[in-house]
């Protein structure tokens, strides 16, 4: 039986969103305002940041996601300090992240390991 290089990949994308689905399971998801959030995965780069975020079947939180947060859900952030990444570039080198001690955003080089929580 062989099988065609197009069935291959498709097979493959399958089997990637299994393990997805799978290790999604495996992190606490947090319902706060209208998105659901992740725990505190850890620090990383952007681009890192953003394919675990796809891995787990949701996305990196957008600059005004984490504002909103932390405007109107700060009592329910208590525990998250320093910075986290967001999706919304502020240049080709520098995206935005949200500083959950004060509450201001900087543009930050996206090859800096910050911390990521994902939503969906």
């Known amino acids: 039986m062989n099988k065609t290089l197009q069935q291959l990949y498709k097979q493959r994308e399958e089997l990637n969103q299994k393990i ?3 290790e999604s399971k495996k992190v606490k998801w947090t ?3 209208n998105l659901e959030w992740s725990e505190n995965l850890g620090e990383m780069d952007w681009y890192e940041a953003k394919k675990k975020c ?3 079947g949701g996305r990196l939180p957008t ?3 984490l ?3 932390y405007d109107n859900h700060h009592e329910k952030c208590v525990d998250w300090s320093n910075y986290y990444w967001s999706s919304t570039e502020y240049s080709g080198t520098n995206a935005w992240a949200q500083n959950f001690s004060t509450g201001t955003q900087h543009g930050s080089t996206k090859t ?3 911390y990521v929580r994902c939503v969906r």
């Open 54 to 56: 796809e891995k787990l």
């Open 67 to 69: 504002l909103d947060l």
């Open 63 to 65: 600059r005004v996601d």
């Open 31 to 33: 319902k706060i305002g």
């Open 112 to 114: 800096y390991a910050t």
């Open 20 to 22: 997805a689905k799978e």
